[in-house]
């Protein structure tokens, strides 16, 4: 069975603190997403990566920064956590062409105190 | 930019036809996705229709594109208490691959 893995469900930081969220896929996609699920607001895309070492910055990139140093994972870095950012992430995956993303991780409900 | 936009709410009855309907503005959109989300979970992708299809059913399910007018349906028949969830539309546009834009969802509850 086909898995995007985010390695937190539930992760409780401070304010300040650098936060990493990570994301491993096993079906060899090109393409890995990180959303973020806001009530009333649906999903804003942060950032999308289409191979290693590769990124482009989504909607809302402020605040965030990714790094693919391998294929099957993608992570996203809070770099001064602030309250703002408390939300749902969400991780995604898909083949370079098609369906745009694909498969989806559970989600990691992220709360700044 | 592009937007995508849904009702928030909708509420059937067991055994009842539910229809989600979806409007887009980016007029280059080549894929139109639904996909599901139940609680606790990530999106899954329930189906998908081409931007060059009027329609597509899958069990179920039924997709209606209206190019034209840039809306899309997802009409689940005899819907049951296990299709409670949040159906998001999506687009994906023919300008930049990687970017699909995803309405806010519909929390569909199905009531016994």
């Known amino acids: 069975d086909v898995k995007v893995t985010q390695s937190s469900r539930y992760l409780v930081k401070r304010t300040g603190e650098k936060v990493f969220l990570e994301c491993v896929q096993d079906m060899d996609h090109e393409n890995m997403f990180w959303y973020r699920q806001d009530p009333g607001l649906g999903l804003r895309l942060i950032y999308f990566s289409y191979d290693v070492k590769m990124k482009e910055k989504g909607d809302i990139p402020e605040g965030y920064s990714v790094s693919r140093e391998k294929k099957e994972r993608f992570s996203l870095i809070l770099e001064s956590a602030s309250t703002n950012q408390t939300s749902m992430y969400l991780c995604?995956?898909?083949?370079?062409?098609?369906?745009?993303?694909?498969?989806f991780g559970d989600g990691t409900r992220l709360s700044i105190l | 930019g592009e937007d995508v936009e849904q009702s928030l709410f909708l509420s059937v009855r067991e055994g009842d036809s539910s229809v989600i309907n979806c409007t887009y503005t980016d007029s280059s959109s080549t894929y139109l996705y639904w996909y599901k989300q139940e609680p606790g979970a990530g999106l899954q992708l329930l189906t998908y229709i081409f931007s060059n299809m009027d329609m597509k059913q899958d069990q179920r399910l039924t997709v209606l594109l209206n190019k034209k007018d840039k809306h899309l349906s997802l009409r689940i028949a005899d819907t049951q208490t296990g299709d409670s969830a949040i159906y998001f539309c999506a687009e994906r546009g023919g300008t930049n691959a990687g970017k699909s834009t995803f309405g806010d969802g519909t929390t569909l509850t199905v009531k016994p």
């Open positions: 995604a995956s898909s083949h370079r062409q098609g369906i745009q993303p694909q498969h």
